[in-house]
């Protein structure tokens, strides 16, 4: 139980009078495991927040920002930078797809997000198209929660408390539909749905559409892998319709698929690429995007040399000791050819958490390389509620995952053994068959 007073902090995301009248307080982790306050052990079965892939505690990490803060701490990265940026940055584009290799650094997936957005803007601009100003996005998408990415987000909670937001976004269909319960992978039906951008196009005018953002993998809505032939289809209308696509992938980068991005995975390179979180195995905070050269050099060779080409940065862009974590993190990606062996977990991975499918509480799973999501029956009509004491219940049997309305969403380390597995499985069979209301 806490000893500490918990009035002043007002939680992100949380219930809060809730989580304060009982209090599930992380107090120190170490590999795959936290420990609470009270010295309970939990299996991490969610890699934190989907940003810790090489577990709790690395040494590696963790020195490297410990030597960084006392050789530079901190250095402005407006008219200025440090050398370690430019090695990430060129380190970085060793990873992503081809041609996508100018790196905008950022604090979060948020910041990242409506970076990809302003840079969308600004390459119309530069190149003549000003009036491309309009956006498609998707409903259940999750593009964080700057102003920018709540407007594409297609999660009416997250949208409703705060008005109209930002106009000219338009959103496709999901592609969670029903014959396609329980699919393992991408699944067979849906490639269709890529139309509604077309339809889109259609009412509003393709020509003033600036960009198109999707998440590969719809992640914090419970995991919804595109339908085959779906983002080949999103592909050929954007190029068809001269709008940039932006992959969010904020989740599914750095490995989550079994490759190094989604993009890798599913063999569709989009113009943008928005990624955060396990860039430096969540032990600092970062963002970056990255940009196709060509839309870089179109915003960059313009205008006067005295003046920024984008009016955009932020403070915290490229913190020396977020790079140095960086850096760190994908010598060990490197070393330990961790996608690979993400991508040799996710069978066995995959295996335990569809054979979940039996249990009258579970209405649906899906599930891609090391990411599943799991939809518990909802409880007396109210989404959210069987998520919300599901997740409580599960950590109280040790073990933590993230839960969204009725979702449950697993993302183990890529350091998991298959005992991890075994045991993550093991604690949501036993907590899902005491399910009451199914
Ligand atoms: N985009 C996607 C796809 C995400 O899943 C998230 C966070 O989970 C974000 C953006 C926002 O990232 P952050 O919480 O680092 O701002």
């Known amino acids: 139980m806490a000893r500490v007073p918990l009035e002043h902090l007002w939680l992100p995301f949380t219930p809060n009078r809730d989580f304060k009248a009982e209090p599930r307080l992380l107090a120190r982790a170490e590999g795959v495991h936290y420990w609470t306050d009270d010295g309970r052990r939990v299996l991490d ?18 020195d490297a920002v410990a030597r960084q803060l006392v050789e530079l701490d901190y250095a402005p990265s407006f008219t200025r930078a440090h050398p370690k940026a430019f090695e990430l940055a ?29 840079i969308a803007l600004a390459y119309h601009r530069a190149r003549g198209e000003g009036q491309r100003t309009l956006f498609v996005s998707r409903e259940r998408a999750y593009h964080g ?49 890529a139309d509604d951008l077309a339809r889109i196009c259609a009412a509003v005018g ?31 209308l954007c190029d068809a319709h001269g709008i940039l696509l932006v992959f969010d992938e904020v989740i599914t980068g750095w490995g989550r698929t079994g490759h190094a991005f989604a993009a890798d995975a599913f063999g569709v390179k989009p113009d943008l690429l928005a990624m955060a979180k396990a860039i430096t195995n969540g032990m600092q905070p970062m963002g970056a995007v990255a940009v196709k050269r060509e839309v870089h050099d179109a915003v960059v060779e313009r205008g ?83 998520g919300h004491l599901v997740q409580k219940r599960l950590f109280d049997a040790g073990l933590h995952l993230k839960a969204t309305g009725d979702a449950l969403l697993l993302a183990p380390a890529f350091v998991a053994e298959r005992a991890h597995l075994d045991e993550a499985v093991g604690v949501l069979r036993e907590v899902l068959a005491a399910v009451e209301w199914a």
């Open 45 to 62: 079965g969610c890699s934190g927040l989907f940003c810790v892939p090489l577990g709790h505690g690395r040494r590696e990490v963790a």
């Open 206 to 236: 393709g020509g003033n559409v600036a960009a198109v953002f999707v998440e590969p993998i719809a992640g914090s809505t419970g995991c919804l892998p595109p339908p085959r032939g779906y983002l080949e289809r999103l592909r050929e």
């Open 304 to 386: 006067p040399r005295h003046a920024p080409e984008l009016f955009h940065g932020y403070t915290y862009g490229a913190h020396p000791a977020a790079c140095a974590a960086a850096l760190a993190t994908l010598d060990v990606y490197a070393r330990e050819d961790s996608f690979a062996r993400a991508r040799e977990l996710s069978v066995a991975f995959q295996d335990r958490v569809f054979g979940l499918a039996d249990l009258p509480a579970v209405a649906d799973v899906r599930g891609y390389g090391l990411l599943a999501g799991i939809d518990v029956r909802p409880k007396d009509g109210r989404p959210g509620l069987a």
């Open 90 to 118: 060129a380190r970085v584009a060793g990873f992503t797809p081809a041609g996508l290799d100018r790196i905008f650094f950022a604090g979060s997936g948020s910041e990242a997000v409506d970076t990809a957005m302003k």
């Open 145 to 193: 929660v700057n102003l920018g990415g709540v407007a594409l987000s297609g999660i009416a909670a997250n949208r409703e408390a705060f008005g109209p937001g930002l106009p000219g976004v338009y959103h496709m269909r999901h592609t969670a539909l029903p014959e396609n319960r329980f699919a393992r992978g991408q699944p067979e039906k849906g490639a269709e749905l």
